[in-house]
């Protein structure tokens, strides 16, 4: 008979983003590093239908899964630390569960009955569950906000009704919750913990584990005090203190036991766990050995910081793969424009250009200057989605000749849209909206710096845009000198470009950054930290000309 799924259903407490969704992560990276066969879903109580359409300053990044949905960024996290592919069954919001119930009941298929929240949308909130679970040993389930929030209700009576169903040894629950410092009287405080689970309680869910998240680890003092206060073992309260890099927490959650009373309450066998590549992980990030690399990376200041996880995660390990440190300085491509690309990038030390995906036409005019002053420079440049259509812009307009090139999405009316929409674009696209979602096929040219780096000719990756480059410029485009590295099998869209007479400059119409990994860098990130490298090292070896000789742009150029 094949094995049933365990379930362990992780919720929130006092505040929100307190990181429920890295302890998820790491609980899963535990399992699987005992063997284990672990899945994990996050449950978005509020109402949107399509996280896609959330604005990414409110809600963080979209993560996009192979299969194309559109969702929480917390699946990234899933991702980066366990082997496990996403899909659209790993989230799913209120919205879309009401959107399935009304439809079941505008086909008819609830005879007549009275549609309730009980037992109608618990019901498929527990059919999802169910759907995502399928085939594995172990499918953490995490559900968004914190309790006590009105919407969470139907998604915690769903989980409680489950645990029911299953048996307690079968499902358990883990709650994530503040021990905050108060700098007054230099004490840690369990009351707010003390309350949320007096919450939880109320809703019939008595917590296994409580995981209590602060800025330091707390004593066995006050984690005999949680226990009391919280009819939880005192064993099973587990510290989560601030780390210096999230990769550490799999080990903390290790010495704290968590990974042992999962198994004994889940009455699972395993051996001890394997942690070594997390050692190994967390080893090269506290102590690089080939100092520091900064990357700068241009786009509107305020969706740098919070909107560019992945992307900031997958620079981390390309730097991981490197033995290096890393730096992020934060370029608002709107003062670029304002002043100029010297005085914004030039007054600073930086090792490489990274323009990340993004969407509308302010500040795009500072991002095509500073892909220029990366092709001028020979700085290496690593142009992402929307980089990758920066970059195409700049090539035209100042390489091909293309006067006043632009993108559709910048300016529809202008004359030369060497980047625009695509009609076979519109043929592929499989969601019906105007956005290409999802993973593509992708083949590279021989010989290319991409195939290089890849080791292979085929490759796949995930998409999240509209515009394509057009093909009716590709052509003068490649006859000034653009490489189209990657293209899709049939020919008919570019995926990728590249500068010959560049050390490292690479666009690409696709997020790689959605499939890095620490423990599986992403080769076009292990590559771009690495020519950040080799440019900081021959910046440093030429230091001496670099200045004498600023009034000649040109000779700035360090990397060739
Ligand atoms: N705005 C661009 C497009 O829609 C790029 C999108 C992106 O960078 N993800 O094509």
């Not at 659209?88 to 399935?100: A, D, S, W």
């Amino acid at each position: 008979m094949a094995r049933s799924t365990k379930f362990i259903f992780i919720t929130g407490g006092v505040v929100s983003s307190i990181g429920k969704g890295l302890s998820s992560a790491c609980i899963g990276a535990l399992l699987e590093a005992r063997g284990l066969k672990v899945t994990a879903m996050k449950l978005d109580p509020y109402i949107n239908v399509d996280p896609g359409t959330m604005s990414p300053i409110q809600h963080g990044e979209v993560f996009v899964t192979d299969d194309g949905a559109e969702t929480d960024l917390d699946l990234g996290h899933y991702e980066r630390f366990m082997n496990v592919t996403m899909s659209k069954l790993n989230n799913f919001t209120t919205g879309q569960v009401y959107e399935t119930v009304i439809a079941n009941e505008r086909r008819g298929d609830y005879l007549g009955g009275t549609v309730q929240v009980i037992p109608h949308v618990t019901d498929e909130i527990k059919r999802r569950i169910r759907e995502g679970a399928n085939g594995f040993d172990i499918c953490l389930v995490e559900i968004g906000g914190t309790v006590g929030d009105i919407e969470s209700l139907p998604f915690l009576e769903a989980i409680r009704q489950m645990r029911l169903e299953v048996g307690p040894q079968n499902a358990i629950f883990i709650h994530v919750t503040l021990v905050p410092y108060i700098a007054a009287s230099q004490e840690f405080k369990t009351k707010p913990t003390q309350h949320s689970v007096k919450e939880l309680l109320g809703f019939g869910i008595v917590p296994n584990v409580v995981i209590c998240r602060s800025e330091e680890p707390i004593d066995s003092k006050l984690k005999k005090k949680i226990s009391l206060f919280c009819n939880v073992a005192e064993n099973c309260v587990i510290n989560a203190p601030d780390v210096g890099t999230i990769y550490e927490l799999p080990l903390v959650f290790e010495s704290e036991g968590l990974d042992d009373r999962i198994v004994e309450s889940l009455n699972i066998w395993t051996g001890s766990p394997n942690l070594s590549p997390w050692n190994k992980i967390v080893k090269s990030v506290v102590e690089p050995k080939r100092g520091k690399v900064t990357i700068a990376m241009v786009g509107k200041y305020v969706e740098l910081v919070e909107s560019y996880k992945s992307l900031t995660e997958a620079l981390q390990h390309g730097a991981i793969a490197n033995d290096c440190a890393l730096e992020i300085v934060y370029i608002d491509s709107e003062e670029i424009e304002k002043t100029s690309v010297e005085s914004v990038i030039g007054s600073q030390t930086i090792d490489a250009i990274l323009i990340p995906g993004g969407f509308g036409s302010r500040g795009s005019e500072g991002k095509i200057l500073a892909a220029k002053y990366a092709r001028e420079r020979k700085i290496p440049y690593f142009g992402i989605c929307l980089g990758l259509q920066i970059a195409v812009i700049e090539f035209a307009r100042n390489v091909a000749g293309i006067e006043g090139a632009t993108s559709t999405e910048f300016n529809p009316d202008s004359e030369h849209k060497v980047i625009d929409f695509m009609e076979s674009q519109r043929a592929v696209s499989r969601k019906g909206g105007s956005m290409r979602l999802g993973a593509y096929p992708c083949v590279l040219q021989p010989g290319s710096l991409v195939h290089k780096l890849y080791g292979s000719k085929e490759i796949s990756e995930r998409h999240r845009h509209r515009y394509e480059v057009n093909n009716t410029y590709r052509k003068q485009l490649t006859d000034a000198g653009l490489v189209t590295s990657g293209v899709s099998p049939d020919d008919s869209l570019v995926e990728m470009i590249e500068l010959k007479s560049h050390p490292w400059f690479v666009g690409v119409q696709f997020h790689p950054e959605f499939k890095s990994s620490p423990k599986n860098p992403h080769p076009l990130f292990k590559g771009f930290i690495s020519a950040a490298l080799s440019f900081r090292d021959k910046r440093n070896s030429s230091e001496k000309v670099t200045y004498s000789q600023s009034s000649d742009p040109t000779s700035l150029a360090v990397g060739q």
